[in-house]
């Protein structure tokens, strides 16, 4: 750990068991809703946001009992910068917070963190917080916590045509090689399996940019429930939900 690390590794590493189950082994969730949570109580926005930042936690905590090996939560999209200043700086300090504040429970429950999205836009500490925290995790095998992070799938799949076409450029890659198991591996997922279940809360349903290549073949759940009211136990529910599904992508079964 440098001398300028953010946070320190204290207790143990809590390795809980990850139970094998029917159900989705990764779930991308669309955390949407915290401004209207907040503005139904009169409060500001960052309220709500504040309120569903405390949901993450026990969400990934929870993830270990329904067999959720990796979870990818949308935390701030390309297009959000279009919000007031006020808002856009305030989720900036929340997310720095979030990371400063989040990491040592995250070690302690075995949590790998790691971060999709453009990282040149966002700020010089906040980088290098998320830097920290990816480098602070690296070694736990428990749940795999994904944070997109000024991410747009489409910005992703742009930014992932750039580097294929400089290895093109470069004679690494012969253009007619170029299929779609090439492709994914330019993409900021490249450590991840596909979605299996995306869920969006706040009864919106649309997807706003979210995984578009890597969710071709996901299951989709939109809920009703508010960001900051979403529970472990709905979790469950989905999850439970999802086992009865019929995948069938393309075929027909027998
Ligand atoms: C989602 O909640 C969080 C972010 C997009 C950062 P919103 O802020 O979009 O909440 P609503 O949709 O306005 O209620
Ligand atoms: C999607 O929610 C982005 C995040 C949850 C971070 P938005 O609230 O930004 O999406 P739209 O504007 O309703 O499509
Ligand atoms: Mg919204």
């Known amino acids: ?37 907040a503005t139904m109580r009169g409060r500001p926005r960052l309220f709500g946001h504040h309120a569903g930042a405390r949901r993450v936690r026990e969400v990934v905590e929870a993830c270990p009992d329904y067999g959720v090996k990796y979870l990818t939560i949308f935390a701030f999209s390309t297009e959000n910068w279009k919000r007031t200043q006020v808002e856009v700086a305030g ?52 749940v795999n916590l994904t944070i997109a992070l000024n991410y747009g799938g489409r910005d992703e799949v742009a930014r992932a045509a750039q580097r294929l076409a ?16 090439t492709l994914p591996r330019y993409l900021d997922t490249c ?23 890597q969710s071709a073949y996901a299951e989709y759940e939109f809920i009703d429930t508010l960001w900051p009211d979403f529970t472990p136990e709905e979790l469950g529910r989905l999850c439970a939900a999802f086992g009865g599904r019929d995948r069938r992508y393309g075929a027909v079964k027998a």
């Not at 429970?105 to 963190?113: D, I, L, S, T, Y």
């Not at 450029?169 to 198991?181: H, W």
């Not at 399996?193 to 869920?199: H, I």
């Open 91 to 142: 989720l900036m300090s929340l997310f720095r917070r979030y990371i400063m504040k989040e990491m040592q429970a995250f070690v302690k429950e075995n949590v790998r963190v790691r971060f999709i999205g453009d990282r040149p836009r966002l700020d010089a500490k906040l980088r290098a917080l998320m830097d920290e925290a990816e480098d602070f995790t690296k070694h736990c095998t428990g």
């Open 166 to 181: 400089m290895d093109v450029k470069e004679g690494k890659l012969d253009p007619a090689e170029i299929d779609v198991e």
């Open 1 to 37: 750990m440098s001398e300028t690390a953010h946070f320190a590794l204290e207790g143990n590493l809590m390795a809980r068991p990850m139970l094998e189950t029917l159900g989705p082994r990764h779930v991308a969730i669309i955390m949407d809703g915290n401004g209207r949570w």
């Open 191 to 213: 450590f991840l399996p596909d979605p299996d279940l995306v869920v969006r809360t706040s009864g919106e349903a649309r997807i706003s940019n979210f995984l578009l290549w």
